[in-house]
């Protein structure tokens, strides 16, 4: 009967839990996280803009973590869900403005032919 | 006229300001972003460039509004809104980088274009340097070759000229030795009317004679030789005598005497026009006729060399 009744209790504990909120957005961590490693990777120092965004990421990132701790699952996933698409766009934006970059210098060589064309 | 109970009125009621809510209902700051963000972005180049990321941005938007319309103040609507307002401008972004990528392309393509043309045009400059090049090399060539013409000309004038002074030094030496050895018998000078070779006449002819005395003939030899080999333009032969005697005995026998020299000259292979034998007696003594030496230097033959040049 005391084994029935610790039966019992666990089952309710873990239903409780399942009550209580969301489970723990490891999926959705992990993906925040890839993001911003790709924008690091990226490039994404390069530019202020996307540095900012970048940054932004991982400050949500350890926001959702406390959150996490906090027990209040849901919130921490929309907050990684922030933390994924601005560190998709910190990685956009360092790729923009390198593509950016380069197109400038194709052009300054071109002038910088023509010039000694003309010279 | 339909009557409601009155639990249902209040039901009614409930809906009506449920629905109203939902009709009215501010949107969250995110999501107006969200829908800002997203027009910029299908005005943008990514609705050219980027269309797969720009249709994501719609998804994202979407997903959001609906969001909005089951709960507009929740956390999911206003995360939704947020991930649909970063879609937007990650779609944006990705058409820029699309339309950068493309003109980076194009101004690669047109910097070899450009390039080509101009090494295309150094190969022409580089060409016509080159002929140009070729032109003046040719030209100092041609000079160079007329130059070393000329400088072979020049040798070959040096040459002869060297070769002519030679001739002329070595007949000058024989003339030199030849009157050397005529030391004993003759005395040569340089006067202003030419060489003078003065013969004694003692030595050329026996007293009032006018044949040569055979020595006289021998060493006369070695002058035309001389004279032969050197040129000349003329040789004037005068004929001197003592004052002893007549006038026309010394003139004849000093005539005598000197086409005697002369005759033997030409038998020796000079040129008889330009020899020309003058008697002249006693005319022009070179020392006194009291004396017997004097006399003896009187009695002479002379022969006055006009060179060729």
Redesign the interface.
Known sequence: MRAHMATYGLVLGLMTQACGGAAVPHEQMTAAEASVRAADVGGAQASPQAELRLKQARDQIEEAKKSIAEGENEKAYYILLRAESDAELALALAEEESAKTQALEALKRIQKLMGEAQS | MITLPSSSRILLAAACVSLAACATAVPPSELVDARSAYILAEEGPAQQFAPAKLDTAKKALTEAEKAFEEDPES??T???A??AE??A??SA??G??EK??K??AT??A??VD??HK?AT?TKEELAATRARLDLAEGKAAAAEGKAAATATELAAKRAELEKEKAAREAAEGKLTAALASLKEMASVKEEARGMVITLNGAVLFATAKSELLPIAKTKLDEVAAALKAQGFKKIVIEGHTDSRGTVADNERLSLARATSVKTHLVSQGLDSVKIDAQGLASTRPVATNDTVEGRADNRRVELIVTPEK
Request: no cysteine; proline share 0%; aromatic share 8%.
């Open positions: 956390e999911k206003k995360a939704l947020y991930v970063r879609k401008r990650i972004s990705a820029e980088l950068l990528k003109k980076r101004l690669d047109e910097y450009l390039e101009r045009m």
